[in-house]
């Protein structure tokens, strides 16, 4: 079956969203508050609270002349941090970094929102302050806060107004809270998130801080010389020097309301793959359609797609995570167009994707042969770097199953090959038909659509973030319904006592992170999948009866069950009839139900005496941590 579809758009030579802080001064004396407290509910939103601060920042020029940023960890292993101002944009990740592994390894811990006030007045703005302003500085804090006590929150507000009379602007992030619990104090801007936005937070929040809580300017300032302060690059502005033609304007149409299409993400608190598009490591090969159901709008559309996602990321090879990107373009003939080894930088690539004369415009044919331009990809993609992730991107606006042009089994042999495929298909929402067939040939959880385009590049990033998120060797991701997570697990060879695998884990995970523990369960779905794989790696022959030890424990000082990573407040257990028995022990293992395939269940055991095996956990390779190629 062949299915052709149109789109309408509004039309112009280049498509530009950009939003530019042009401001003066652009100086600024930046505080951020991290919200690191039990208010979050799970480390897999603080740790998409730190991505969506990541977002916000990652473009900010930070010198001691311009813009300086103090972070401030609110509640990471139950204390407050925060340092002098930084002036080096890397410092700021690595700061980042280690309020993420906080709360991984520790867990969340109980707290309020007038501490947090008074730990920024008595290191920042108050006459004893540790780390003051600098002098003739517009000054702003911007605090993340999940926080939802009415009477703690109110108690703040004598303090922020003086705060405010001092000259700091204070920009409150409400995460799962509306702005109604916040009346009762004091501040300049209040931005809403809720807590299922965390994810993939619009551009147009990041904007909103941006702009509204950042850039703008305090009264009495004035702008003699426009500079820019800072840059979010929602979509990249093409170079105007190349733009050549004009197109005729078409009536904008109004997208009817379509549900996403992607099933929501299971619920638990999962330890999310880090999502940072600078420090992507993968290969990408972009497949374009250029026939005439493309059309230029179309077209267009799509070269700003790819130079907004490409234009965050890096291309140059000294930089240890780095991108390699080539493009194909096809109709009913294929022709590459940018093979990988052209480019080391990113602005040269996305200056060429505008300027090439066989991207100016469509192919006035209506034929499209997906299979021509998917075996140019195959054969690219297998000639890039090895043990580096990869994954094509196809652009498509028609699709034709039938005979010689039927793309489906190039795109399952690329996909068995190890290789992911992303489709987007660039339809009008009643043109469903194209969604569904595109999507066929996609990885789980990769076809997306044009006419959600308000989330599209949010929705490009999560996707290459997946493909960079996978396990040292040997070691098995947890994958939930086709979502990789973070979490990678390994079981132990030889029986041992609850305590010596205890320190047998990390050192398992020593040429990773080196922080491996005793496996973390934390619900019934994490419980189900770790049976699974344990008892796909059990030999009956070196151990008798399937068990395995799991990283929680008695602690005789607390009086209650905690996880060797920190967290005392998990509701999850499974527990067999009868335990917990802390006289037969004070550690956990997790033993099979005698008649039952993968039902364990957790039972006490004596911490030295006892021999099991062990499951260990490890974070996975990602934006964060990075993982050596290794040949596959």
């Not at 194909?328 to 167009?337: D, H, R, T």
């Not at 000639?383 to 652009?395: D, E, L, T």
């Not at 947890?478 to 029986?495: A, H, M, Q, S, W």
């Not at 320190?503 to 189900?528: M, Q, R, W």
Request: hydrophobic share 35%; glycine share 6%.
């Amino acid at each position: 079956m062949f299915v052709r579809t149109w789109i309408l758009f509004l039309v112009f030579p280049v498509i530009v969203s950009t939003n530019e802080c042009y401001v003066t001064p652009c100086t600024r004396d930046i505080i951020i508050v991290v919200d690191g407290s039990s208010s979050m509910q799970t480390s897999t939103y603080v740790s998409q609270e730190i991505n969506m601060i990541t977002k916000l920042t990652y473009s900010w020029t930070l010198d001691e002349s311009k813009v300086r940023l103090a972070l401030v960890g609110a509640y990471f292993g139950n204390e407050f941090n925060g340092l002098d101002y930084f002036t080096d944009g890397s410092l700021v990740e690595k700061r980042l970094q280690s309020f993420r592994l906080a709360a991984m390894q520790y867990g969340l811990f109980n707290g309020d929102f007038n501490t947090t006030v008074r730990f920024l007045d008595e290191r920042y703005v108050g006459q004893r302050a540790n780390f003051g302003p600098r002098m003739n500085v517009q000054k702003r804090i911007v605090i993340f806060t999940s926080h939802s006590g009415v009477d703690d929150i109110a108690s703040t507000k004598d303090t922020l107004q003086r705060f405010g009379q001092l000259g700091y602007a204070v920009t409150l992030v409400g995460i799962g809270v509306s702005e109604s619990v916040y009346k009762s104090t004091y501040y300049h801007k209040f931005v809403s998130v809720q807590l299922f936005e965390l994810g993939v937070v619009a551009q147009s929040i990041i904007d909103t801080i941006t702009d509204d809580g950042i850039c703008f300017l305090d009264q009495g300032w004035t702008t003699p010389k426009p500079e820019i302060c800072t840059t979010s690059t929602t979509t990249t502005r093409a170079p105007t020097t190349t733009t050549k033609k004009t197109a005729s304007v078409k009536p904008a149409t109004t997208p009817k309301p379509v549900p996403p299409t992607q099933p929501p993400f299971p619920v638990g608190d999962y330890q999310d793959c880090s999502c940072t598009t600078q420090s992507l490591y993968i290969d990408i090969v972009f497949v374009v359609d250029v026939s005439e159901g493309m059309g230029l709008g179309g077209l267009m559309m799509v070269k700003a797609e790819i130079n907004t996602l490409v234009g965050q990321m890096s291309l140059d090879p000294n930089i240890e995570k780095h991108v390699q990107v080539g493009l194909i373009k096809y109709s009913n003939e294929a022709e590459i167009v940018f093979k990988p080894s052209d480019y080391d930088d990113e602005d040269e690539f996305t200056e060429d994707l505008w300027s090439d004369p066989r991207l100016q415009d469509v192919d006035r044919v209506d034929e499209v042969n997906l299979h021509l331009g998917l075996q140019k990809a195959a054969k690219m993609i297998g000639s890039m770097r090895r043990g580096v992730r990869k994954v094509v991107v196809i652009y498509a606006a028609s699709y034709n199953d039938e005979g010689n042009d039927d793309a489906r089994q190039i795109a399952a042999n690329i996909r068995e090959s190890g290789y992911e495929i992303i489709t987007v298909a660039f339809v009008e929402p009643e043109s469903s038909n194209l969604v569904m067939k595109i999507g066929e040939i996609a990885s789980p959880r990769m076809n997306f659509t044009s006419f959600r385009d308000d989330l599209l590049v949010e929705e490009m990033e999560d996707a290459f973030c997946q493909v960079n998120c996978y396990c040292p060797n040997g070691w098995k991701q947890l994958v939930l319904e086709n979502r990789k997570y973070g979490e990678c697990f390994f079981p132990t060879k030889i029986d041992a006592s609850w305590t010596a695998t205890k320190f047998e884990c990390p050192i398992l995970s020593k040429d990773h992170t080196g922080n491996g523990h005793l496996v973390y369960v934390n619900s019934a779905h994490k419980n189900t999948f770790l049976n699974k794989f344990f008892m796909d790696h059990w030999d009956p022959e070196n151990q008798e009866k399937p068990n395995y030890d799991i990283g929680y424990y008695y602690d005789k000082t607390t009086k209650k069950f905690i996880w060797v990573n920190g967290v005392t407040n998990n509701p999850y257990a499974n527990w067999a009839e009868g335990y917990p028995d802390i006289t037969k022990g004070e550690c956990v293992m997790a033993r099979r139900v005698d008649g039952t395939q993968n039902d364990f269940r957790w039972i006490s055991v004596n911490c030295q005496t006892d021999y099991g095996r062990g499951l260990c956990q490890e974070a996975a390779c990602d934006s964060d941590f990075y993982c050596p190629p290794e040949d596959n």
